[in-house]
């Protein structure tokens, strides 16, 4: 009969317990929702010769950057894709998750240092590594913005 009795309070209790579990991960996927609002919004342009890329950035709420970013690279290949990353002093590290016109069933992920000088974005050449799997900018060896392909210039966005 104890038992019985001890059972039945703790059933309430664990049911207690489990709706508090739920409303902390409501609030919590709430809060991320809200850091995830766009702010504002940027677009950039850079052309090389022949290849055109067309970036668009979103500064989100907690500070983060997302957008999209298409190249044409001469002669025929199209990446399309989104960046998602931060900024570190005036350079924006981002990873650049894309597919391409010639193996559009597979995904590639590369990641692109841009620094930011007035109003351009000057998309850095530096050391990769793959590691796993992972591709990732080697932190000893230095970023090069001096001799690059691309500038982005800032331009106005399509859908403003």
Known sequence: MRKLVLSCLIL???????????QKQKEAEAAKAEGEKVVSSACYKAIYEKDTLDLTL????????????????????????????EF????LF???TFKDNVNKDKTFKNPMALLKRNNQLILGNGTMQT?????YLVKDKPI?????????????????
Do not use: W
């Open 12 to 22: 309430p209790l664990i049911g207690l317990q489990s709706c508090k579990n739920d």
């Open 58 to 85: 979103n500064t989100l709420k907690n500070g983060k950057l997302a957008g999209d970013l298409v190249m044409k690279v001469a002669p025929s290949t199209v990446r399309t894709g989104e960046v998602a990353g």
């Open 88 to 91: 570190h002093g005036d350079t």
């Open 94 to 96: 981002v990873d650049y």
């Open 131 to 135: 590691t796993m799997g992972v591709t």
């Open 144 to 160: 090069d913005f001096e001799n690059v392909k691309y500038k982005f210039d800032s331009v106005e966005c399509a859908g403003k």
